[in-house]
């Protein structure tokens, strides 16, 4: 048995989709990342509330889940012993976050900008499909970008 990794890969809502949904198009990409890893993996509120909101939306998943189905899943994946929950969430206006913000090009950048100062803050890896978020990230951010 392989013992677990001390790194934290904080995942986005995206990857987080692509492990849920076998339909999603990165489905296997995310599994061929994740599965075989005894790495630690985190999600925090932000993510956890994009996943229930998208599993819960027909245009991003195909077959919708009530919000609650899609609520009772997301327990199911974040109940095992890999699992970190990144319960403190602070002001996006902090210092951290401050430098994500000036490098953001646009409105639908604000999540991943403060994703990035959430995983320096816990010196972890954001995991995504996005390959723009290592040019936002700058160098005290690690970023992993999947690809299919």
Not at 70 to 82: F, S
Not at 88 to 109: H, N
Not at 125 to 142: H, I, K, M, N, Q
Request: contains cysteine; charged residues 20%; hydrophobic residues 45%.
């Amino acid at each position: 048995m392989k013992k677990a990794s001390s790194k934290l890969l904080l995942l986005d809502v995206n990857v987080l989709l692509a492990l849920a949904w076998p339909n999603h198009q990165f489905h296997a990409a995310a599994l061929k990342r994740l599965e075989p890893s005894k790495e630690r993996w985190a999600t925090c509120a932000l993510t956890q509330l994009g996943f229930i909101r998208l599993s819960s939306t027909p245009a991003a998943v195909g077959t919708a889940k009530s919000p609650g189905e899609a609520a009772r899943l997301l327990r199911e994946m974040v109940n095992e012993p890999l699992h970190v929950y990144l319960d403190v969430l602070p002001p996006p206006v902090s210092k951290t976050f401050m430098p994500m913000f000036d490098a953001i090009l646009g409105s639908k950048q604000v999540t991943d900008g403060y994703l990035l100062g959430l995983a320096q803050m816990h010196r972890a890896t954001l995991v995504t499909f996005d390959a723009r978020l290592s040019a936002l990230a700058g160098p005290d951010v690690e970023t992993e970008i999947l690809s299919s």
